[in-house]
């Protein structure tokens, strides 16, 4: 508790100065207190130090941390970095026997809008219900985050008729209509969100979306 408190404590020194003690700490071997270095480094880290951050996550051998660890990595990294990186962290993510690290790799993954594919594709096809509300939450993330007004353009330039609004939309409808009350939750959530822009029908305003969705 002592290590858990001192790390949450360095936040209001400045991140380059206390770098190195964080870091380090994700080597604990108390697994809460690595985990603790490694969500301070995901919430506070710099572009400058993602190289640290994906040699860091690829040593870790405690799934919490790694996935925390890879998260910061995806996060932080240039845009050529986060495409190999999310195959690394999918890969890691095939082959993961706990569903818990399943989960905790899809909100890493979430990082990087471009992998929204592969979590929508995690989120509906499992029978987990976890699986589904991790994935959701993730999807949400994606959907809030600043890049995705820039990818949803490329796309709409790569294949004229492809609209990612449309297409975010579809996946918080079918959130809603899965029945599971997280899921419903994390969708109702978003399609809510004043800062957001949903595609309409004839000036429908976002409460009579809402309200369609549920109906259907």
Not at 52 to 75: G, M, P, Q, V
Not at 182 to 193: L, N, S
Not at 194 to 200: V, W
Request: proline letters at 2%.
């Amino acid at each position: 508790r002592i290590k858990i408190a001192a790390i949450n404590a360095l936040k209001i020194f400045p991140y380059d100065s206390i770098k190195t003690i964080v870091i380090t700490s994700v080597n604990d071997s108390n697994s809460s207190v690595s985990y603790t270095a490694a969500e301070f480094i995901a919430n506070n880290g710099k572009p400058a130090d993602a190289p640290t951050y994906i040699n860091a996550a690829r040593s870790c051998k405690e799934w919490r941390t790694r996935a925390s660890l890879f998260s910061a990595a995806l996060k932080f990294s240039n845009d050529s970095s986060k495409r190999y990186l999310s195959n690394e962290i999918i890969n890691i993510y095939k082959n993961a026997d706990n569903l818990y690290e399943k989960c905790a790799l899809l909100a890493a993954l979430s990082q990087y809008v471009n992998n929204y594919l592969f979590i929508a594709e995690q989120t509906f096809s499992s029978n987990n219900v976890v699986v589904g509300s991790y994935g959701m939450d993730a999807l949400a993330s994606i959907r809030r985050n600043g890049a995705f007004e820039n990818l949803n353009f490329q796309q709409f330039e790569l294949l004229k008729s492809f609209d990612l609004y449309r297409e975010f939309t579809h996946y918080f409808k079918k959130g809603i209509a899965s029945g599971d009350v997280a899921m419903m939750g994390m969708a109702a959530e978003v399609i809510r969100d004043t800062s957001i822009s949903l595609p309409t029908n004839e000036g429908m305003s976002k409460q009579r979306i809402l309200l369609a969705l549920i109906g259907n």
